[in-house]
Structure formats: C-alpha cells, structure tokens
C-alpha cells in the first residue's frame, strides 16, 4: 500500500512537472509572438506618420512647381499604391513582405525626385512649412529605420526561441511557426538623402 501512494505521488509530481513546463513554454511563445506582432505596429506606425505627411508636402510644393504636375501625381499614386497593402505579420509570406517593402521603396523613390524638383524653386526652399515638413520627413524616415530594426530583432527572438529544443517541438503542436523578417534592399537600411 506504502508503495502504491509513492509511485502516486511520483506521477503526480511528473504530471505537475510536465505541465508546468509546457504551460510556461507555450506561454513564452504567447509573449514573444505578441511582442513580434507589437513591433511590426510600431513600424506600420511610422509609415502611417509618413503618408500623413506626404498629403502636405504635396499641396505646399504644388503651390510653387505648379510644373512639376507629373511628379507630383507620382508621388500621390505611390502613396495610395503602399497604403493599400496591409499585412498580417504573424503570417506574412517571404512575397508579401516583399511587396510590402517594394511599395516602400517606391514612395522613398517619389519622394527623393519630389526633392530634385524643389532644387529649382528657391522660394519654396526658404518657405517655413516646407522646412519643418521636411525637418518632419528626415525625422519619420530614421524613425522608420528604427523600428524596422526593432521588429527584425523581436523576430529574431521570437524564431530563435521557437526553434530551440524541446520548444520546436511544441511549436509546431501548438501552430507556432517561424515569422519572416523585414529585408530591405541593399543600402535601404539608411534614410534616404532629403537634401533642399
């Protein structure tokens, strides 16, 4: 009978054990995803901060490069184009990531040949909203560059953490699995030159 309540007890104590254990792991892959999911915010956060801007710096330069209609239309279609995509990070593909980021790419792009055209208007140069648009679009562009590097880095530990051993295991069980990375573009990582 004394026999009978150890070996009880001993499972028991296995049992508490194994649930613990795995109750805390999956808890841990909770918090890290949650984390992943917060910072790929923060980054949509910023971009939302740039296509906010980018409807004023419109209307202050078309009120000096009335010329430059094309660029200007250039610039609007690509924000409309990347405000049109939106991605669950949790589950975002290699291509979606990617089309994400080519619509990115293409409002910097705009925008760095929207700076071309101002080169050639003085006034607008001197202009006190242009300036502090501009001052507020360098400040949003390394912001931005930022919190991509913070999203890549919750990823990093979120995939690093789903991956060790005996959690991959687990992982899948539980419908964990990996998360892609923002990947920029060779030297997109810097922000990119706004020069006046």
């Given at each position: 009978?004394?026999?009978?309540?150890?070996?009880?007890?001993?499972?028991?104590?296995?049992?508490?054990?194994?649930?613990?254990?795995?109750?805390?792991?999956?808890?841990?892959?909770?918090?890290?995803?949650?984390?992943?999911?917060?910072?790929?915010?923060?980054?949509?956060?910023?971009?939302?901060?740039?296509?906010?801007?980018?409807?004023?710096?419109?209307?202050?330069?078309?009120?000096?490069?009335?010329?430059?209609?094309?660029t200007l239309t250039a610039?609007?279609?690509?924000?409309?184009?990347?405000?049109?995509?939106?991605?669950?990070?949790?589950?975002?593909?290699?291509?979606?990531?990617?089309?994400?980021?080519?619509?990115?790419?293409?409002?910097?792009?705009?925008?760095?040949?929207?700076?071309?055209?101002?080169?050639?208007?003085?006034?607008?140069?001197?202009?006190?909203?242009?300036?502090?648009?501009?001052?507020?679009i360098e400040g949003t562009?390394?912001?931005?560059?930022?919190?991509?590097?913070?999203?890549?880095?919750?990823?990093?530990?979120?995939?690093?953490?789903?991956?060790?051993?005996?959690?991959?295991?687990?992982?899948?069980?539980?419908?964990?699995?990996?998360?892609?990375y923002f990947k920029s573009?060779?030297?997109?990582?810097?922000?990119?030159?706004?020069?006046?």
């Amino acid at each position: 009978m004394k026999k009978t309540w150890i070996v009880l007890i001993v499972i028991g104590v296995v049992v508490l054990f194994l649930y613990f254990g795995i109750k805390g792991m999956y808890n841990s892959m909770v918090i890290q995803n949650e984390s992943a999911n917060a910072q790929w915010s923060q980054v949509e956060s910023q971009y939302q901060r740039r296509y906010d801007l980018i409807p004023n710096l419109v209307a202050t330069v078309k009120g000096y490069a009335t010329h430059e209609q094309g660029t200007l239309t250039a610039v609007i279609e690509a924000r409309a184009k990347a405000t049109s995509i939106t991605i669950d990070p949790s589950k975002a593909t290699a291509q979606q990531m990617q089309q994400f980021q080519q619509a990115q790419g293409e409002i910097s792009s705009t925008l760095s040949k929207l700076m071309v055209v101002v080169e050639q208007y003085p006034d607008l140069k001197a202009n006190k909203n242009f300036l502090e648009l501009q001052a507020q679009i360098e400040g949003t562009e390394n912001r931005i560059a930022t919190e991509r590097q913070r999203f890549n880095e919750a990823v990093q530990a979120y995939n690093a953490y789903i991956k060790k051993f005996p959690n991959n295991i687990f992982a899948g069980m539980f419908g964990f699995s990996a998360r892609e990375y923002f990947k920029s573009e060779v030297g997109a990582e810097k922000a990119p030159k706004v020069q006046f």
